[in-house]
């Protein structure tokens, strides 16, 4: 076992970091002030301003009746693009207190509409065919490629809350105003594979999605074209809620990437991978065999979901077989479609299947939650640099449960691979291979 | 050739034990036997099922195999009342399978069996532990242990003499235990295996409740569960391979 070599705890920058966490939570109050600045700056007489948005917001409460915006880092145009969550926020490095502040500042200008057919409804007209006024311009800026140049009419002031939530999935949303119109002022740029699965209305979903992740698009991209109701067969269109559309995406790409995976030969050894970002480690045990996935997440007295300080380590997990699973996960969430997706692109890489197990800890520095793309960064990054190897799939998981604030016993109740890993039949076969004990 | 009259509860029976765990299957029409072996997609459940030729009404074959879709099958099967008889014949020309059932006809087309997942090669094993009980005690085991858990641990205690289902949950524990004299037969070997409930409620779900079951068991070893329909003219055999704990 060569655990031993690439992991170190360091302690003190823990605590260190901890302080500055419990700090942080007071500056979103600052952040909120100086958007009010920023706002009063940018708003011309009318409640009209411009802005530049790099993507937009489907709510989900009251679905299908559901708020649907665009958002734009009002006073902040110059570099809008960084506003926007993407794979790039973790190559920056960004902090908890980061991802707050940039949602504090991204003005949410939003309507009320009907998921299926846009502003007006009764009419026939399908979402598909909403081209003009505040839907059109919402779609512009979802498949555009870069932040797009808009001027929007606002209906009053915006509203200076701060929605936290204990949503894993999407990220934290900002302040809000209500929409009288919304004009492009300037004509996207939209990418011809976009353009592609935009034109086609007689493709379904899933395959479109899966066509751009294969031409190079990541699923934040998906995510944000999927949710504006621009993939689909066109009478299926529809405004996809944001937090929906970012689980929809894991999951669909996932599944294709499995499927790549069906006959492709097994690791060959038992892998232990590590990373740790925003106060979530990340666990990744790869064992020889067919594909077999599960997700044990352990999250600590005085984090966000398990806040009380004196309660037990809060225990959950989810599973999938050879063949996936059928029904949306009962415990983890998103988390488990983000995390999935993260190792079987690494698998799809060296061409390779394995039963994996991801252990994700939650220690109490996790004090705000950011957005599932935490989870799928953290894990698609931690198959950097070294791993450790152990003999057996066993000895892997006491040495990480060493180091882990559960026990081994505790784990195997909880986790349907710790308590034993799935053999095929052919394992038993003269002609199949070894078993692996 | 093939031409058959097979009473409906007969066939549908034999059609459950083998939809649990695939869609689609081929059927070796042998001049003695109809004869099922199928595994399902991750190699895990397995099932051999053969109905011999005195199982039926009439029974008249050359050893030709056919590939069907299974649940399309079983819902024409379910159109018949249980002391319907069901009247099956290959169109050899057509490949499609003619079924009549009371004035009731329906025309299947068949699957290129070729196209089907190969049969799989049945592990030979030699299993210490048989424990004989009845399809109701088992699925009381399994029934309990879905309470609690995803997994089921099957043991043999050779000084007890005694078979025990048990499951770990992740606060419960369901353990039924299985003396000697509840037993229809047992005959004590080192057996302690896990397997995934999945897969052994689905092939539960087809083993009637009078049904005499036989179990043979190992360590760390795939268990096999023989039962008979057909008023003993009809065998059924499921093999499902063991989760492997990880110490």
Not at chain 1, 209 to 231: C, E, H, K, P, Q
Not at chain 1, 262 to 274: K, N, T
Not at chain 2, 127 to 141: M, S
Request: proline share 4%.
């Amino acid at each position: 076992m060569r655990l031993d070599d690439y992991i170190e705890m360091e302690v003190n920058e823990r605590a260190e970091r901890r302080r500055l966490a419990m700090e942080k939570s007071y500056a979103i109050v600052d952040h909120l002030e100086d958007f009010r600045h920023r706002f009063d700056d940018a708003v011309q007489g009318d409640s009209l301003f411009g802005s530049v948005s790099p993507s937009i917001f489907v709510g989900r409460s009251n679905y299908p009746n559901v708020s649907t915006g665009i958002l734009s880092p009002v006073g902040h145009e110059g570099d809008a693009d960084k506003f926007e969550t993407s794979a790039s926020w973790y190559d920056e490095g960004v902090s908890i207190g980061d991802v707050f502040e940039r949602r504090t500042s991204l003005l949410n200008s939003n309507r009320p509409v009907d998921v299926r057919v846009g502003a007006r409804r009764g009419d026939g007209l399908n979402v598909h065919d909403a081209w003009d006024g505040f839907l059109g311009a919402q779609r512009e800026v979802a498949i555009a490629d870069r932040p797009v140049s808009v001027e929007i009419g606002l209906d009053g002031r915006p509203k200076l809350d701060f929605d936290v939530t204990r949503d894993d999935i999407a990220t934290p949303t900002g302040p809000r105003a209500r929409a009288r119109s919304a004009d492009l002022a300037e004509n996207p740029h939209v990418p011809r594979p976009v353009k592609k699965t935009l034109e086609d209305d007689d493709w379904q979903a899933q395959g479109a999605m899966n066509y751009l992740y294969r031409r190079g698009f990541d699923v934040y991209d998906i995510t944000r074209i999927l949710s504006a109701g621009a993939l689909g067969q066109g009478r299926n269109r529809r405004l996809v809620p944001t937090r929906w559309s970012i689980t929809a995406v894991d999951d669909t790409v996932g599944q294709f990437l499995r499927g790549t995976l069906r006959d492709a030969p097994s690791v060959d050894a038992v892998q232990v991978w590590r990373n740790e970002y925003l106060g979530n480690a990340f666990w990744v045990i790869l064992a020889p065999g067919r594909w077999e996935f599960e997700l044990v997440e352990m999250k600590a007295p005085g984090s966000i979901w398990n806040p009380d300080p004196a309660a037990g380590m809060w225990i959950a997990s989810d599973r999938e077989g050879y063949e996936g699973r059928t029904g949306y996960v009962e415990e983890t969430a998103g988390a488990y479609y983000a995390s999935r997706l993260a190792v079987l692109e690494h698998l799809s890489e060296v061409g390779r299947q394995a039963k994996c197990l991801v252990l994700r800890h939650v220690s109490d520095d996790y004090w705000g939650p950011v957005g599932v793309w935490q989870v799928r960064e953290a894990v698609r990054h931690a198959f950097e640099g070294a791993h450790g190897e152990a003999e057996t799939f066993g000895t892997a998981v006491r040495e990480v449960a060493d180091r882990l604030p559960v026990s081994t016993s505790d784990l195997r109740r909880k986790s349907e691979m710790v308590a034993g890993l799935q053999t095929s039949l052919a394992d038993f076969t003269n002609a199949g291979g070894t078993v692996n004990r | 050739m093939f031409k058959a009259i097979v009473s409906a509860s007969t066939l549908r029976d034999a059609l459950d034990s083998v939809s649990v765990l695939v869609d689609e299957c081929k059927i070796r029409l042998n001049e003695d036997e109809l004869a099922i072996r199928a595994v399902d997609p991750a190699n895990v459940g397995m099932v051999d099922l053969a109905l011999d030729a005195a199982a039926f009404e009439s029974y008249e074959a050359d050893g030709g195999v056919i590939g069907v879709n299974l649940s399309r099958l079983e819902d024409i099967a379910g159109m018949a009342n249980a002391g319907d008889l069901v009247h099956l014949e290959l169109d050899e020309e057509t490949r499609k399978l003619h079924i009549r059932i009371d004035g009731l006809s329906y025309t299947l087309a068949l699957i290129d069996p070729d196209s089907i997942r190969q049969e799989p090669d049945i592990p030979d094993l030699d299993l210490p532990a048989t424990i004989v009980l009845e399809g109701n005690q088992l699925d009381r085991g399994i029934k309990a242990a879905d309470m609690v858990s995803d997994h089921i641990a099957l043991r043999v205690d050779e000084d007890e003499e005694a078979f025990f289902i048990e499951a770990e949950g992740d606060t419960d524990d369901v353990d039924l235990e299985l003396g000697r004299d509840d037993l229809i037969d047992l005959a004590a070997g080192p057996a302690n295996s896990l397997f995934s409930l999945d897969y052994l409620k689905d092939m539960n779900k087809a083993i009637p409740g009078d049904a005499e079951v036989t179990v043979e068991l190992g360590e760390e070893f795939p268990v096999k569960l023989h039962y008979e329909i057909a008023e003993g003219m009809g065998q059924v055999t499921y093999m499902l391979a063991p989760r492997i704990q990880s110490d």
